[in-house]
């Protein structure tokens, strides 16, 4: 859209442009979904209805700007789903592939867009193929229906086969599909993190109203507090102080909350990619897998909603690809062939849990403790007496595989640590259950919001420290006699587990070797990811809401430091950073 | 005193450019995400609507049925209408039209051009 004169600033088209591309995402995001469910209910009129709609948005709306490429790649699009709406057209597989591989390839043109790289991708043979896969079908539902209309009807396996098998004399009018060059394509999706967050403008309206009755309160204590100040007091201003106090804290921690929705997006976001992903997973490797989503409408943060991408498609490929079963060896233990992995999300306190649950072969156990042997994990006296649990926690580390066969996708060893890793940056917990030909289930746990936390505050050595309460699996009273030395590191035996334990104070002090133990120990057990940890401390003094701040340039990278908080007696306190604690413990052992 | 317009489209991003635009020519804009959310709009408002653009293919309420029903309306019989559609086919601009549309343009067009267009009906 080169016109001068058309009354638009040049940050106001800035902002347009920014508009799309969220715009433009999130109709994409459906388009994946939605041309995923049409595969198995081609008949769907209204869901053809929506993809028609999304299509033809994006492609008005790129017109509109000039993005010519996308405009001319959606129009070709809007083609075929117009055609498949007036039943002119029918869903064939071939036809699906090409249209999710235009999504494919949409999403490039949007990231070129978006990164104004000026970049230009060549339309020419998807374009073809759109264009020649309408001919395709089209000759062929004549072919069929030419000889006598009625009979159509009546033999729809007939035309099906057709489809699948088109003529060779068609195949040669068509443009030769497989010695084109293939389109370029970007496997690796550039990710950049958006900038612009659209919000529910209700949310907006009850900060606005919140807002209000902070500066209703606001009124009211300058009030008090000058009449205080003349003087002119009646004795009920401490009355009134206490009233406009109380609602100070009501109205503060209602806005929080209310600045905090701001912020939350629905974790469907992600999960949208996940059906397309299933899809082609199962196609590639000849299996039937089904994929059930709940609680979609889950919120969480938006850093967090950015993070918990990667780890989810690793954690979805691996149960599609290790652990459903390919459909003759489900049949052969007597499983339907058709295997089901179900994604789940939901709220428990300020905690998000996502499951991923598959009904597949399950984790060898024997398997990952020989492989933890030969990768002198542990000895083999060690994993013969750790239970099933303890041994599964094992392929987190890196490198870590027990498949025979490296495939495309997983099997190289570099899938669970990178969960791992992700996971640790969100203060996340992981969890993993599996039984053989039962199947696997990870359970992941993470923190609503990361700005701010529920702080357990503890004393050791005289200081005080903020714990993550979201962390803390529990806190135990021990005898010393529960505590037992592992190659000289102190670890305490806890039920079933054998937890490794360091001295805050001690350990926050520099010194790193010094394990000063008290008659009756109080220990605090702390999880991240997989991993757990025992803290001791001398004194529990209570929790509390806390907001971190960063330490500043040249405080900020104090390992097993996350910041520091005003707490409120105005005393400024540490908040331990677990990942880094978990860190120096494990140089110790 | 400006002169009202009311936008309809469901895609905000040309919402927000039509408007940045027509306000930039010194139109008070108003705008909505669909037939009936314009509808409503018009109902509820005290200024009254001098140029109606919409898009045809919309949820809820399409281009036509708004069309149809500003028409029907005491107020509006005489508000010109013009519609602003990616469907290039000539059925849709003879239904337009014929609902009652005054201009049909076919996105992509030149800004220019709609400018024009409205400047035609207002003054």
Redesign the interface.
Known sequence: ?A?D?????LD?MK??IE??LV?ADELIASLDTNLVTLETAPDDLDLLNEIF?AA??V???S????FEQV?DLTHKMEDILNKLRKSELKVTPRIMDLLLESVDILKVLLDNVREQNGEEVNLDDIVARLIACQDDNAAVAEAVSEPSQADRADEPTTEAETDSAPPAAEETAAPPVSSAPPTEKKVVHKKSTEQTIRVDVGRLDSLMLLMGELVLARNSLVQTVSRINKHEETGDSAEALNGTVASVNYITSELQLAVMKMRMQPVGKVFGKFPRLVRDLARDSKKQIQLEISGESTELDKSVIEEIGDPLVHLIRNSCDHGVESPAEREAKGKPAKGVVKLSAGQEGSNIIIAIQDDGKGLDVDAIRAKAVERGLATEADVERLPDREVFRFIFEAGFSTAKKVTDVSGRGVGMDVVRTNIEKLNGLIELESTVDIGTTITIKLPLTLAILQGLLVESDEDVFILPLSSVHETVKTEQSDVSYLNQRPVLRLRDEIIPIINLGELLKGNEQGFVLTEKPYVVVVGLADRKLGIIIDRFLGQEEVVIKSLGQYLGATEGIAGATILGDGRIRLIVDLLGLFSIARRLS | MSQTILVVD?????V??LS??????GYDVLTARDGMDALEKMSSLETSVDLIIT?L?M?NLDGYGLIEAVRESQEHQETPIIIL??EEGVEDRERGISAGASSYLV??F???LL?TEVSKYLN
């Open positions: 859209m016109n004169d058309i009354g638009v600033e106001e902002e347009i508009d799309f715009e709609r033809h948005t492609k008005g709306t017109s509109f700007l000039g405009t | 469901d895609s905000p991003t040309v927000k450019f940045f635009s027509l306000k930039g020519k898009d293919n949820p559609s990616s996105k992509p030149k800004s220019t400018l």
